[in-house]
Each structure stands twice: as C-alpha cells, then as structure tokens.
C-alpha cells in the first residue's frame, strides 16, 4: 500500500484487511480459499452501494426530472468507463495486488480491472463504517461527472437505439464474434445489425463491446 492512499480516500479503515481485500485482484488470491480473499464480493456489494447512493443523489440534485431522465443519468455515472476515470484519479491503478507477471501484460490499468477494484473499495467502505463514508466518496469523487452534461446523457447504445426505432426500424440486434485471451484478460468482439448496416466493435468486457460497436455504427453516418 502506497502512503497517502488513506488520504487520498478521505477515509481511514477500521480495519484494514477490509482495504486490502478491495485492493486484490483475482489473479493475486489465494486459490486455497477457492479466491474468497480477492475483491469480486466486495465489487458485488460495491455495485448496490453506488446504485443507491447515486439515485439518491440524483432525486435530489434533479427534482424537476422524470424516471427515464434520471435512470439515463444513473446508467452513465454507475457504468465501468466513468468506474474506472474515478479509479484512475484516485490512484487506484498504482496500489493495486497483482501478480508481477500479471502486472507486465498491462492487467493494471485494464479499464474493467479498475472499475472493479472502485466498486469493491465503495463495498469495503460500505461494510467498514456504514453508508456514510461510502456516500461521501460517491459525492465528492463523481461530482465532476454528475455536473458534466445539464441534459441526460445517452449511452451509444441507447442513442442507437432511439434512432433505429425512431426510423421504425425495429431494435439493434447485438452478436457476440469473439472471445479471446485468459479469463482474467478478455478480448470480447461483437457486431451489431441495424436498419440493414451491421458494424463491430471490441473491449475488455461484452457490455463495452456492445458500446463500441454502437459508437462504430453511429459514427458511419
């Protein structure tokens, strides 16, 4: 553990095996204890922790928006991509378990493995001291991204989405092509089809897959 992560955090740990499970990637636990000690359960919890103190901060900061309007916002602040921008501003990357193996072939900084490791350390904070100081990281961690955009925002799939059944041209059909590399390091490629135009796209998990094949279709227009 670097020094000053604690304070970068804005929390200290009670107890501090909690701290070190969040930081610890699969591919660092313990296979004797089937890699209980790695931090995928607390990325679980991490996930409803962020959901809930998101949405009730959404209510409050938009109290003149509608439930689409607002769910538009949630799926964009709680999605790994904006996961891992607060991961990286936090240093998350550099304090890291990972095998030194692991760490040459670039698992570190994979987007997915840091938006993860965000969510199990919310979890942890959760589990450590309550809803509080989980809230108060999600408040003052994602405030630049909840004030970038005044309208909802729209994922590429989304807006793909509204365009295709805007033209009445029914809802894009999404293909998995390919999976490649270890488990702990996939490549997955999927295409999408719609209004008649296929195109491909690929990321580290299938949901950003499926992102970057909407943003590959959307852009050819």
């Known amino acids: 553990m670097k020094p000053g992560f604690e304070l970068r955090l804005g929390y200290t740990f009670r107890d501090p095996a909690l701290l070190s499970q969040a930081l610890t990637h699969r591919s660092a ?4 204890r089937d890699m209980l000690d790695s931090n995928e359960r607390l990325e679980f919890l991490g996930d409803r922790v962020l959901a809930l103190a998101m949405a009730e901060w959404l209510s409050e900061r938009f109290p003149n928006e509608r439930e689409g309007a607002l769910g538009k916002r949630l799926s964009v602040l709680v999605a790994a991509e904006t996961l891992a921008k607060v991961g990286d501003a936090i240093g998350l990357p550099a304090v890291l378990r990972i095998p030194p193996a692991e760490g040459r072939t670039g698992l570190r900084g994979r987007a997915t493995v840091i938006a993860d490791a965000t969510e199990a350390l919310i979890g ?3 589990l450590d001291g309550g809803l509080a100081p989980a809230q108060a990281f999600v408040r003052r961690e994602w405030v630049a ?3 970038a955009d005044p309208t909802p925002p729209m994922s590429a799939k989304s807006r793909l989405q509204e365009y295709t059944l805007g033209r009445a041209e029914g809802l894009p059909e999404y293909r998995l092509v390919s999976t490649t590399g ?3 390091m996939p490549v997955f490629v999927v295409s999408v089809l719609a209004a008649g135009r296929a195109a491909e796209g690929h990321g580290d998990s299938k949901r950003a897959a499926e992102q970057a094949a909407a943003e590959a279709w959307l ?3």
Do not use: K, V
């Open 29 to 32: 636990a313990d296979p004797r």
């Open 124 to 126: 942890a904070m959760y």
């Open 145 to 147: 991204h909840i004030a």
């Open 182 to 184: 270890p488990s702990h």
């Open 219 to 221: 852009a050819a227009l």
